[in-house]
């Protein structure tokens, strides 16, 4: 099963996951995500219909959202079916983006960036429920200018009842995880080396290569320095 194939399966069936010799199954992380939605876990929970659900997770929310709507705009553009679930959705954006790409319509470029999205879901859906050592980077983001990002808790009827200021770059990190930056404003991703020295660059931060690669068994603080 190629790399695309099991991430839309992780995120839109009921899958088998490996962890320290065990087998687990999961029901799909779009499932679980839209569970969290309304959700009363806190950070670091496990996920699902937690108890009480007085309060709508504006993250879970936003991260549906988000990938709600490039899997849309894309059928969209492709002149597609875009109704329905979006665990329906999802499954048919993959199917539609190899589809184009075979007939020519994207090239390799923008095929490798789509078929990236799917994975990139995984891991911001997992991070939600597992949240990784964030390491933020305070100058500006280099695709949309913005410092700080204001994170929004609100109730069922829309009031906000806490807000917090964070960094709007981001890198989160798990140990033994490729190492991903992005921005809450804007949703940009760096998810290459080439790219995230590039970003270091515009940002005017200093980034040890050689630590870079070996991310999984280093200290983050090793590799940017701010």
Sequence with gaps: MTDTARAVERLTQTHTVHLDGAE????????????????????????????????????????????????RAWLNEWRLP??????????????????????????????DELDAAFGKW????????????????TAPCPS??????????????GRVIETRQLAAVTIPVKRGRAVIAECRCCG??????????????AM?????VVALRALAAAPLEDVFAT
């Excluded at 839209?34 to 936003?62: C, K, P």
């Excluded at 940009?188 to 660059?201: C, F, I, K, Q």
């Design 24 to 71: 687990y199954e999961c029901a799909p992380l779009l499932e679980q995500l839209r569970d969290a939605i309304s959700s009363s876990m806190g950070g670091g929970s496990g996920g699902g219909g937690g108890a009480g659900g007085n309060l709508i997770n504006a993250e879970a929310l936003g991260l549906w959202q988000h990938i709600e709507d490039i899997a």
């Design 204 to 208: 005017g931060i200093e980034v040890d």
């Design 82 to 111: 875009h109704a329905g679930d979006l665990i329906n959705v999802v499954p048919r954006f993959a199917q539609a983006t190899q589809a184009q790409h075979a007939a020519g319509a994207i090239d390799d470029d923008m095929r």
């Design 122 to 137: 995984i891991y911001r859906i997992e991070d939600l429920f597992d949240p990784p050592h964030q390491k933020e980077l």
């Design 188 to 201: 940009a991703m760096w998810s290459t080396e080439t790219e995230l020295v590039a970003l270091a660059e």
């Design 144 to 157: 949309c200018g913005e410092r700080h990002h204001l994170s929004q808790e609100k109730d069922k009827q």
